[in-house]
Every structure is written in C-alpha cells, then in structure tokens.
Nanobody
Framework: VQLQASGGGSVQAGGSLRLSCVAS????????MAWYRQPAWKERELVAS???????DYADSVKGRFTISRDNAKNTLYLQMNNLKPEDTAVYYC???????WGQGTQVTVSS
C-alpha cells in the first residue's frame, strides 16, 4: 500500500495550492480518507476528512477556505486550499483513517 502526496510549495498569504494524494495497493473507493497537518513543534491535527460515501468534515480553522475531494477513478484524494494564511504552514499528510496507511507528507509554507 502506498499513499503518495504531492502539490505542496511556498506561497504568499492569500494564495492557493492543491494537494494530491495518489493511492495504490488498496481499493481506494471503499476507504474513508483524510488530510492531516503537522506544524513545526506541534502535534499532528486533522484538517479535513471525506468518507467513502462522500461525507465531508473540516477543522474550524479551514472551513470556507479548503475543499477536500476525491476521484475514485484515479485513486486520488485532493485538498484545494484557498486564501492561505501563515498559520496553515505545515507538513500535510494524507491517510486512510483507522488504518496504518499514511502518505509521506508534503510541505506547505505560507509567507505573510
């Protein structure tokens, strides 16, 4: 099983990025998926989740700015991040909750 995250980078506040997470080795469509992030020197936190039945949930800090989605035909999970803020700076990870499957992380840096 592999979850390959990409799309991170450095942007200025107010900018946008789209993260992707390509899954292999699992039947992607049946798994709930999520994005977590870990800022430097802090604990990992849930950003957004998307169930197999397409129910979404977001951390309060990103509601209205981030959108989680999936394309089951491409085995890919997305996180569209708009109006980015410096406090969004973190390493972002994709995961299938309640499993041991985690991506390797992609760095997002937002400058003011």
């Amino acid at each position: 099983v592999q979850l390959q995250a990409s799309g991170g980078g450095s942007v200025q506040a107010g900018g946008s990025l789209r993260l992707s997470c390509v899954a292999s080795g699992i039947i992607f469509s049946i798994y709930d998926m999520a994005w977590y992030r870990q800022p430097a020197w802090k604990e990992r936190e849930l950003v957004a989740s998307l169930t197999a039945s397409r129910i979404t949930d977001y951390a309060d800090s990103v509601k209205g700015r981030f959108t989680i989605s999936r394309d089951n035909a491409k085995n890919t999970l997305y996180l569209q991040m708009n109006n980015l803020k410096p406090e969004d700076t973190a390493v972002y990870y994709c995961t299938a909750p309640r499993t041991r499957y985690w991506g390797q992380g992609t760095q997002v840096t937002v400058s003011s």
